[in-house]
């Protein structure tokens, strides 16, 4: 059966539209793990995964259920109501920023100190607040029904970091 006999003619484009996006993000995370597992040092992935892990940890108490909020805001067409939906993530994100720095803090002057860890832990607090916003606008063009917009969005989210990786790769070598 034909995608757009089933769902209808909209709904098939958008089914397109959506699995692009879905492919393309799953080939840049293919092609990420390529990148970690055959030009990085294991010291490097290790650190990583360290300083993601902390990222990950502390953005689960970051108002996890502002992008909920946004999706029923903008399928109800209520566009007010996103500026204090962002306002209230981003001051929830500042005070993760504030977590990690923390962490930054422990691994730069504990025991068994890091300089690396606790420098990529800087970089992940500077732009945690902005980054962690990430969930809204994805539910509030989901909620907008602009699905071509949240897949450009949604493979540009995935490019970046690889495209840096690769760059932070071919600085290591």
Known sequence: MHVKKVLGEKQGAHFGVLALAQAATMITGLLTNVIWTRWMPQETYGAFKVVFNIVNIVSAFCLL???QAALMSAS?????????IIRSKLLANLGGAVLILLASAYYAFGDQSSPGIALALVVAATFFPFYNCNDIWIAWLNGRSSFFNLSL????????????????????S
């Open 65 to 67: 259920g502002a992008g």
């Open 76 to 84: 109800q067409k209520m566009d007010g109501n996103l500026h204090r």
């Open 153 to 172: 969005g949604r493979i540009l989210t995935s490019a970046i970091p690889m495209v840096g990786l690769a760059g932070a790769a071919v600085a290591v």
